[in-house]
């Protein structure tokens, strides 16, 4: 990415939230109370590695490029906070008080979307 801090939303702060995800985009307020969006169709596609069975064994898979469905990534839950970082220019990371609220407005409206994100353990501030 060309920026190498993220732009950080705090959801729940002040005027931040979620306002809708749709299989275009997510649209959110920031704390300021701006109205903001990520393009789902701009950020780059992470490659995804996942085993499946097949014939009785184990294969290793990557999906990479637009067959991934991947627009960014998230932390562990025994990383606070809870956090899902979209991998556009911005690298837009919005921060949440709980996984509940994480999953409730941005990771389960975003897989309905046809979209996902990646766990990892690294977390740039």
């Not at 590695?49 to 025994?78: I, M």
């Amino acid at each position: 990415m060309n920026q190498t801090v993220p732009e950080i939303v705090r959801i729940g702060v002040a005027d931040a939230r979620i306002k809708c995800v749709t299989p275009q985009r997510v649209e959110y307020r920031d704390e300021a109370g701006r109205e903001c969006f990520v393009e789902l169709d701009k950020c780059v596609r992470i490659p995804v590695q996942y085993y499946y069975e097949k014939e009785g064994e184990f294969v290793l898979r990557t999906l990479e490029g637009s067959d991934s469905h991947c627009v960014g990534r998230r932390g562990y839950h025994d990383d606070p906070p809870e956090w899902v970082e979209f991998t556009n220019k911005r690298r837009t990371r919005f921060e949440f008080r709980s996984y509940k609220k994480a999953y409730t407005t941005l990771l389960q409206p975003l897989r309905k979307a046809g979209w996902i994100t990646q766990m990892t353990r690294v977390m740039n501030p």
